[in-house]
């Protein structure tokens, strides 16, 4: 009796990683309706997910040149994304905060495990953040090329780190909590083929001000 509990257990646990290693997957559309503002509207995003161990809502979009993301942390430090790898170190990170009287989104690599700096030339094409009762907003688009040197390839996975500071807004810090995750641009206008997130946007929950 008891190996059979324990071989439920293990199959349990199994499901559980499998189950968590599926690709997050981001539209590649013709034309996308994005507007950089600090706000996420509740049908502006075709793909919407919560990290479920970081509670940072994810939402992004591709139009095949730039990729267009906004992130809603659960708290008021800074809210970051790093693409490239499932650590730290040698990712292109994504790293921003909001203020009353404004916010910031700046562009790093990762050095070491859990350390990072700004780099020379940023690849940021736009940003801006806002907040919402559950914490800070930042959005941003950038272009599937990384700065790292690494391309974001329809049909092809690429890892990702999600990370968050409670009360930070220096960049500096150990995240309060981060996760991994792996992304999966789809193909041009294959939208019905793309693993599309059936988790709710964030602001659904709570609707972004922008204050």
């Known amino acids: 009796m008891k190996q059979i509990i324990l071989l439920s257990l293990i199959l349990s646990l199994a499901a559980s990683g499998w189950a968590q290693s599926k690709p997050h997957g981001i539209l590649n559309l013709k034309s996308v309706n994005i507007k950089i503002d600090g706000q996420v509207g509740p049908d502006e995003y075709p793909t919407n997910f919560v990290d479920s161990q970081t509670g940072i809502g994810v939402s992004w979009v591709s139009d095949g040149k730039l990729l267009y993301v906004a ?5 008021q430090g800074w809210v970051a994304i790093a693409f490239g790898n499932s650590k730290i170190r040698g990712t292109s990170m994504f790293i ?3 203020k009353p009287g404004g916010g910031r989104v700046d562009e ?3 050095s070491w495990v859990s350390t990072h700096k700004p780099i020379d030339k940023p690849s940021l094409v736009n940003f801006a953040t806002g907040a919402n009762p559950r914490g800070a907003v930042i959005e941003f688009a ?5 700065s790292n040197g690494q391309v974001i390839v329809p049909g092809q996975p690429m890892s990702f780190v999600l990370a968050y500071h409670a009360k930070k807004t220096s960049f500096k810090g150990r995240p309060s909590k981060k996760n991994t995750g792996t992304l999966l641009l789809g193909k041009p206008e294959r939208a019905d083929d793309m693993p599309v997130q059936t988790s709710p946007p964030a602001d659904t929950i709570t609707k972004s001000d922008g204050k």
Not at 142 to 146: E, H
């Open 142 to 146: 950038m272009p599937l090329t990384l």
């Open 96 to 98: 921003g905060y909001h």
């Open 108 to 110: 790093h690599v990762g």
């Open 71 to 75: 992130l809603q942390s659960p708290a």
